[in-house]
């Protein structure tokens, strides 16, 4: 079940970048962007070091040798 919970969080998210972007293409929805690129880190299990790295903030190399 927690599965399909899953589903319509992320539904529901969509629809409201693409409800915002409908009303104003121009509208800031970056912050119901990265509640979805939260949702995403969360169902893969990535750590906050492979967070770092796919946000950019810390590149593949560092993360391999503090590994």
Known sequence: MAQHQDQVE?????GRILAA??????ADTSALEREIDQ??????GLTE???DVVEG????ETLEKAR
């Open 57 to 60: 903030r810390l590149d593949r």
């Open 10 to 14: 992320y539904i529901a998210l969509v």
């Open 39 to 44: 949702l995403v880190y969360r169902l893969y």
């Open 21 to 26: 972007k409908k009303r104003n293409p121009e």
């Open 49 to 51: 070091e492979e967070i």
